[in-house]
């Protein structure tokens, strides 16, 4: 719970440049530093002051084994679909921030986790409710992945440990040297808005307000990042972890529109330690209106118990949360999305049934 609350120093604001492109601050000691005034400090003093002195809020108690089962099932995924599906976006979410992408003949992942718990051990932290709906051997063939930052919910050295150097892996500044450091080389680390190439796909880091941290000593010393993926007849967006801020409005300027945008929903409750780190529902519909995603689907909920937020976030709520800000800001339902983990599906079927 430290770890989730801690690292949000506020720094100085840097003047937004006249094309949007800001720039993480890089502070003198090589770490980085959000530049907007929405990323503010709660730490771990003010986070135990507030475990011990308010009750959570839950809506209910959490689901029992029977009512996962019901309310969220895990299905089997239809990697086949792409096949059929050429001149399409194909996509299979894979649980949490994990989604599979299939377009233009190329198969990629963001932030890939398969570990029953997001933790540098096996028997404390993040627990997975939900499991993954298939074995990793059972995917098909990967040409590349992006990571988003290092922490465990979204890095997992097991997954980095089975791909190795068969695919090629994008990552944020700093990150490099870790996976060099469990033999993995064959990685490119990018800043904010530094675009590279994979075949014929253009690959951009983007930013994103968060932060990083991997043990108590590489505390946001590895670069944070959203990623837009773009091929000649695509254009993918995947926001990584992010709280609101100032950004989006220049992300979809610059890489919009978006045919399909990879949000997350969840785990953003108590607000007064969450705000800053992760958007909650009707945020993500800013994002997807910002940006301008012409389908967007709802990502990093409904599969690890997340610390300080599943003790008062249901593990449902976040697709319901989101259905009344799409309603409230008048945005048809087949525009923004929720599956269950393991179902695969094609953006122009969503885009074609009629809200």
């Known amino acids: 719970l430290v770890d989730q609350l801690t690292n949000c120093s506020k720094m100085q604001v840097q003047v937004l440049p006249s094309d949007g492109k800001i720039m993480p601050i890089v502070n003198k000691d090589k770490t980085f530093s959000n530049p907007w005034d929405t990323w503010s400090d709660k730490g771990a003093t003010d986070m135990i002051k507030f475990a011990f002195s308010e009750k959570p809020q839950r809506s209910r108690p959490p689901m029992n084994d029977q009512e996962l089962e019901t309310v969220l099932p895990v ?33 990629f992942l963001t932030d890939p986790v398969f570990a029953d718990r997001a933790s540098p051990v096996g028997f404390v932290g993040p627990k997975r409710y939900r499991p993954a709906p298939c074995e990793l051997s059972e995917l098909p063939p990967i040409s590349f992945i992006v990571i988003s930052h290092d922490h465990y919910d979204h890095l997992d050295l097991e997954v ?85 801020c100032s950004v989006f409005p220049a992300i979809g300027k610059n890489y919009g529109p978006f045919d399909l945008s990879l949000i997350p929903i969840g785990c953003y409750t108590p607000r007064e330690f969450l705000k800053c780190q992760h958007v909650n529902p009707e945020e993500a519909v800013i994002i997807h209106q910002q940006v301008e995603s012409k389908l967007s689907l709802g990502i990093h909920w409904g599969t690890y118990a997340m610390g300080i937020s599943f003790r008062y976030e249901a593990e449902d709520e976040p697709p319901q949360d989101l259905a009344k800000a799409m309603k409230d800001r008048a945005i048809p339902s087949n525009q923004f999305i929720c599956k269950f983990i393991g179902e695969t599906f094609s953006v122009q079927q969503h885009l074609h049934i009629e809200s």
């Open 75 to 107: 299905k089997t995924p239809n990697f086949d679909l792409a096949q059929d599906a050429t001149e399409d976006i194909v996509t299979t979410w894979l649980g949490h921030a994990s989604v599979l992408v299939q377009m233009d003949g190329i198969n």
């Open 160 to 244: 980095v440990r089975f791909f190795g150097d068969s695919v090629r892996w994008f990552v944020g500044l700093g990150l490099k040297a870790w996976f060099a450091s469990v033999g993995v080389t064959n990685v490119e680390e990018l800043n904010w808005w530094d675009e590279t190439t994979f075949q014929d796909i253009k690959i951009a880091a983007l930013p994103c307000q968060h932060w990083s941290k991997r043990s108590i000593w590489n505390q946001r010393t590895t670069l944070w990042c959203g990623w837009a993926i773009i091929s000649p007849k695509h254009r993918v967006f995947f926001a990584g972890d992010t709280g609101y």
